[in-house]
């Protein structure tokens, strides 16, 4: 018998989407608005920048990512790089923990 029904499991999902999304959404704007259009910036995320990629990317690393790479790619490429990277390692994790908890295996 599961701990949490299945209409419980697929509201926590849609919730981590939903912050993932509108979190990543708010974050670009605050990093796009320091240049203006025209400006290209080389500088890597910040300390506070890379904490909000980390901890957005826990609730969603595909939607973070999309959203993050394909909105700064243009005007801040080494941000853009970054966000992806870490993106990638919260996937990862996430297929690791999956495995790990889904495909349990038995002694005995």
Do not use: H
Not at 61 to 80: Q, S
């Amino acid at each position: 018998m599961s701990i949490i029904s299945k209409a419980t499991s697929d509201l926590i999902i849609w919730i981590g989407i939903i912050i993932s999304i509108i979190g990543s959404v708010m974050e670009m704007k605050k990093i796009k608005g320091k240049l203006t259009p025209e400006q290209i910036s080389q500088e890597s995320l910040t300390k506070d920048e890379r904490i909000k990629v980390w901890v957005l990317a826990l609730f969603n690393p595909v939607w973070t990512d999309i959203i993050l790479y394909f909105g700064l790619r243009k005007r801040f490429p080494t941000k853009a790089k970054s966000a992806n990277i870490i993106c990638f390692i919260v996937f990862a994790l996430w297929i690791a923990t999956s495995a790990l908890i889904g495909f349990p295996v038995s002694r005995g």
